[in-house]
């Protein structure tokens, strides 16, 4: 079975007993499936105010019966597709009752949440599968529980919506990548010390790489009297590897800065042991978005005011040549992902390969988010990044208040003089 105009995604091997043809009204019996189905073309002959009982009533006056007669003759067939606004209430229940009788399986294929809420009410003998990207995947979960994860891909949406209208990307460039250390080292406790003073916390999230070694400028004794006790410390993203393994950003950053400052150990979040030293980057994924959901409970980290996702103080990003930022890859999936916070990868096309990482709209969310790059290497992405190349992940960053990038002259050297 191929989908109409998507020769990329279909089933293969599937003998369901029936012919999936769209001739109209046509309905196909096996032993154990049957399905009646209006075609869309079918449906789009109807008027707003006519149900498909009583288009065919109108069609033919001779049928025996009253319309509650012919709901109930429809509904035996199991399923009419596509039913929209034309179909009442009681023809959508009378549907959902003739398949809770029905013994064999059913395939419904439907947009209307009333007709897959009666459907599905029954966990242990429904399952719900979603069509996206070209690609079916298993829901696990209830159908209530689809629909609200739907609720926040479409509040993250109107968020990103709203916030790549209103966010200006800035940028900063300065001679050489010690420079740009040492005024990231000053933005940073410029932040901190304002929330420490405004919330009594600072929510930092660090990624990987040559920034980590950046922060040791925080050491320094012209920051002294940074409020360190406050500081709560988040990963945008993490190799799923031993905490110990060379490529962990937690023991990257625990060996060049966090052994040097007198933060909590309990203030600083890495991923789970257990997933980590197993590999297991799904549930690594899952445990960390549980803890940052209790941790906004217990009012440590904001909520964005509309989208309801978790909003950073500050978050210190890295890009790589390809323009990826976090753990969010161009052209992989992840970067579209907008319902959960934490995501993970198995497949990343830059080693150790599974990886978690947050998502955009909650790397979005932020309150600052500051881009540091540095080398001629990642000088044709940064030109790509100002030249609004979406497909670029790190094209996509905004911020509330203030999404900057900190740049030195090599990686800025692509630039045109105009920006």
């Known amino acids: 079975m191929v989908y109409p105009e998507r020769l990329d995604f279909k089933l293969s091997d599937a003998d369901l007993g029936?012919?999936?043809?769209?001739?109209?009204?046509?309905?196909?019996?096996?032993?154990?499936?049957?399905?009646?189905?209006?075609?869309?073309?079918?449906?789009?002959?109807?008027?707003?105010?006519?149900?498909?009982?009583?288009?065919?009533?109108?069609?033919?006056?001779?049928?025996?019966?009253?319309?509650?007669?012919?709901?109930?003759?429809?509904?035996?067939?199991?399923?009419?597709?596509?039913?929209?606004?034309?179909?009442?209430?009681?023809?959508?229940?009378?549907?959902?009752?003739?398949?809770?009788?029905?013994?064999?399986?059913?395939?419904?294929?439907?947009?209307?949440?009333?007709?897959?809420?009666?459907?599905?009410?029954?966990?242990?003998?429904?399952?719900?599968?979603?069509?996206?990207?070209?690609?079916?995947?298993?829901?696990?979960?209830?159908?209530?529980?689809?629909?609200?994860?739907?609720?926040?891909?479409?509040?993250?949406?109107?968020?990103?919506?709203?916030?790549?209208?209103?966010?200006?990307?800035?940028?900063?460039?300065?001679?050489?990548?010690?420079?740009?250390?040492?005024?990231?080292?000053?933005?940073?406790?410029?932040?901190?010390?304002?929330?420490?003073?405004?919330?009594?916390?600072?929510?930092?999230?660090?990624?990987?790489?040559?920034?980590?070694?950046?922060l040791k400028k925080l050491l320094v004794p012209e920051y002294a009297d940074t409020e360190w006790s406050k500081w709560h410390v988040f990963w945008v993203d993490e190799r799923v590897v031993p905490l110990d393994d060379k490529d962990s950003n937690y023991k990257q950053t625990l060996d060049s800065f966090l052994s040097e400052v007198p933060i909590p150990t309990s203030n600083i979040y890495a991923i789970d042991q257990n997933c980590a030293a197993l590999?297991?980057?799904?549930?690594?994924?899952?445990?960390?978005?549980?803890?940052?959901?209790?941790?906004?409970?217990?009012?440590?980290?904001?909520?964005?005011?509309?989208?309801?996702?978790?909003?950073?103080?500050?978050q210190l990003l890295g890009m790589g040549p390809d323009g990826h930022m976090a753990s969010l890859f161009p052209g992989h999936y992840q970067i579209k992902e907008k319902a959960s916070l934490v995501t993970y990868i198995t497949n990343s096309p830059k080693l150790p390969p599974k990886r978690i990482t947050f998502t955009l709209p909650v790397i979005n969310c932020a309150s600052y988010n500051l881009m540091a790059v540095c080398g001629e290497a990642q000088a044709d992405a940064v030109a790509k990044v100002f030249n609004d190349d979406f497909n670029l992940p790190s094209a996509r960053l905004s911020a509330d208040t203030q999404a900057i990038w900190y740049l030195d002259k090599a990686a800025a050297s692509e630039l045109p003089k105009c920006l």
């Open 18 to 214: 029936i012919d999936m043809g769209t001739r109209v009204g046509e309905v196909r019996r096996s032993q154990t499936l049957r399905i009646g189905r209006y075609s869309q073309h079918f449906v789009n002959q109807l008027k707003m105010e006519e149900t498909p009982v009583h288009y065919l009533l109108r069609l033919h006056p001779d049928q025996e019966g009253d319309q509650k007669a012919v709901r109930a003759k429809l509904g035996k067939f199991g399923l009419q597709d596509e039913p929209k606004n034309h179909l009442d209430m009681q023809t959508i229940d009378a549907l959902a009752d003739a398949l809770d009788g029905f013994k064999g399986g059913v395939v419904l294929v439907s947009h209307d949440s009333r007709l897959i809420s009666r459907v599905c009410q029954d966990e242990e003998k429904s399952e719900i599968w979603v069509v996206k990207d070209g690609t079916v995947t298993f829901f696990q979960g209830t159908f209530e529980e689809y629909k609200e994860e739907l609720k926040r891909e479409i509040k993250a949406e109107n968020h990103m919506a709203s916030y790549s209208a209103n966010t200006k990307r800035e940028k900063k460039v300065f001679d050489t990548e010690d420079d740009v250390a040492k005024a990231m080292a000053e933005y940073t406790f410029n932040l901190s010390k304002k929330f420490c003073k405004k919330r009594g916390y600072f929510t930092i999230v660090l990624s990987g790489g040559d920034l980590v070694l950046w």
């Open 279 to 314: 590999g297991d980057a799904k549930g690594a994924a899952i445990l960390y978005e549980e803890c940052i959901k209790r941790l906004v409970n217990q009012n440590i980290i904001r909520t964005y005011k509309s989208s309801g996702f978790p909003q950073f103080d500050l």
